[in-house]
T-cell receptor, first 113, second 120 residues
């Protein structure tokens, strides 16, 4: 079956620090990969996605590259801001079935001024 | 425009009570998903609708859970005889096209704010 593993939180960083949140996956078939973000008091929002190997998704200064050889989709940002504080979820979806997204457990990111 | 809305936002139920959770997807969206998110966990897929057809209900945890979307727009998730383990946030998401007609991952799922259910 499908599964997503992401680093445990909370992750606490200072403003302007470099961010990496690791995500690895197992999947039957050839998945598309996603990062969703949940800001305090808000619903899940798509942050970025990649649909094939070596694709790079990017948005709001965040990037993640689909690495098929390491089954990974690590999230990075060069300089975080306090407003980036949120819970980040890595997710995947495989084709051929209507089974929705498979999510990781989420990583709580706290950015201190 | 309006996003996905869910009601109620919070629900407290006594064990054994039936509850109904409502989802209003974005107008015109074909696909609708329900997810269950336990505390400290990621969302887990429950069921999927393409218009009014329920194409997958493999994630529903028991036969106490029932979902419908009779006119292909609003959906209701019903939980009968609630148990304490049903306590979770129930998320609804919609997307513009169907999973079966679109290359996987091409369509973004838009999530509602969720309904937080607490069963005492």
């Amino acid at each position: 079956g499908n599964s997503v593993t992401q680093m445990e939180g909370p992750v606490t960083l200072s403003e302007e620090a470099f961010l990496t949140i690791n995500c690895t996956y197992t999947a039957t078939g050839y998945p598309s990969l996603f990062w969703y973000v949940q800001y305090p008091g808000e619903g899940l929002q798509l942050l970025l996605k990649a649909t094939k190997a070596d694709d790079k998704g990017s948005n709001k200064g965040f990037e993640a590259t689909y690495r098929k050889e390491t089954t990974s989709f690590h999230l990075e940002k060069g300089s975080v801001q306090v407003s980036d504080s949120a819970v980040y979820f890595c997710a995947l979806m495989t084709g051929g079935g209507a089974d929705g997204l498979t999510f990781g457990k989420g990583t709580h990111l706290i950015i201190q001024p | 425009g309006a996003g996905v809305s869910q009601s109620p936002r919070y629900k407290v139920a006594k064990r054994g009570q039936d509850v109904a959770l409502r989802c209003d997807p974005i107008s015109g969206h074909v696909s609708l998903f329900w997810y269950q998110q336990a505390l400290g966990q990621g969302p887990e897929f429950l069921t999927y609708f393409q218009n009014e057809a329920q194409l997958d209900k493999s994630g529903l945890p028991s036969d106490r859970f029932f979902a419908e979307r009779p006119e292909g727009s609003v959906s209701t998730l019903k939980i009968q005889r609630t148990q304490q383990e049903d306590s979770a946030v129930y998320l609804c998401a919609s997307s513009l096209v169907s999973l079966t007609s679109s290359p996987v991952g091409r369509e973004t799922q838009y999530f509602g704010p969720g309904t937080r259910l607490l069963v005492l």
